[in-house]
């Protein structure tokens, strides 16, 4: 069963940046989807960003030009880069595992632990 482990979360002032990345066991993550979703305190879970095992990428419209979303099979990881952090990015984020994302909504299968990312001065 392929697991998933977050990790980058952290305090980070506003304007700065920061790296998540999500270290997926088991060699078959190149065949799928990565995904990161983000849930902040009494709102529903999102998505952020998704890479597909072909390397095509989707962002929320909130995060475009700042955030970017990259892959690298050999290390099972997928990782996002998130630049210019503004306070309402402050939320739990999640790594997932899934299918679609391009011509199909992204369905994730399997989900990470969580990372807090609080953006405060």
């Known amino acids: 069963q392929v697991q998933l482990v977050e990790s980058g979360g952290g305090l980070v002032q506003p304007g700065g940046s920061l790296r998540l990345s999500c270290a997926t066991s088991?060699?078959?993550?190149?065949?799928?989807?990565g995904g990161w979703h983000r849930q902040a305190p009494g709102k529903q879970r999102e998505l952020v960003a998704v890479?597909?095992?072909?390397?095509?990428?989707n962002f929320a419209d909130s995060v475009k030009g700042r955030f970017t979303i990259s892959r690298d099979n050999a290390k099972n990881t997928v990782y996002l880069q998130m630049n210019s952090l503004k306070p309402e990015d402050t939320a739990v984020y999640y790594c997932?595992?899934?299918?679609?994302?391009?011509?199909?909504?992204?369905?994730?299968?399997?989900w990470g632990q969580g990372t807090q990312v609080t953006v405060s001065s």
């Open positions: 997932s595992v899934g299918v679609g994302g391009t011509s199909k909504p992204y369905t994730p299968g399997r």
């Open positions: 088991g060699s078959i993550f190149k065949f799928y989807t």
């Open positions: 890479i597909t095992s072909g390397g095509v990428t």
